[in-house]
C-alpha cells in the first residue's frame, strides 16, 4: 500500500521561496501520477500542480511561472518548488496518489505580508 509524507513547509516572507517534498513508499509510485493540493482555512480543497508518470506537469492558473512540480523516481520523492510566495499561497499543502487516490498528513505553508 502507498502511504505519503509531505515536508518542508513554515513560515516565509512575501516573495520567498520554499520546497516541499512529497516521499512515498510502495512500488506503485512510479506509475501513478501525483498532485500537490491545498487547503485554505474557509475554502475548499484545490489542485496545485499535478504530474503524470512520464513527467508531464500541469499547473493551476494561480501559480504558473512561480511553481515547478518534478518527480524523482529513483528516490519514490515528488516536489513543488514554490518561488515568489504570496500571502494568498498561505495553506496546507497535501500530496495525493491520483492512481489510488491516497493523501498524505499536509504541511502548513504560511506566507507573511
Known amino acids: 500500500q502507498v502511504q505519503l509524507v509531505e515536508s518542508g513547509g513554515g513560515l516565509v516572507q512575501a516573495g520567498g521561496s520554499l520546497r516541499l517534498s512529497c516521499a512515498a513508499s510502495?512500488?506503485?509510485?512510479?506509475?501513478?501520477?501525483i498532485g500537490w493540493y491545498r487547503q485554505a482555512p474557509g475554502k475548499e480543497r484545490e489542485m496545485v500542480a499535478t504530474?503524470?508518470?512520464?513527467?508531464?506537469?500541469n499547473y493551476a492558473d494561480s501559480v504558473k511561472g512561480r511553481f515547478t512540480i518534478s518527480r524523482d523516481s529513483a528516490k519514490n520523492t515528488v516536489y513543488l518548488q514554490m518561488s515568489s510566495l504570496k500571502p494568498e499561497d498561505t495553506a496546507v499543502y497535501y500530496c495525493?496518489?491520483?492512481?489510488?487516490?491516497?493523501w498524505g498528513q499536509g504541511t502548513q505553508v504560511t506566507v507573511s505580508s
Open positions: 495525493k496518489h491520483i492512481g489510488y487516490s491516497i
Open positions: 504530474i503524470s508518470s512520464v513527467g508531464s506537469t
Open positions: 510502495g512500488s506503485a509510485f512510479r506509475l501513478s501520477g
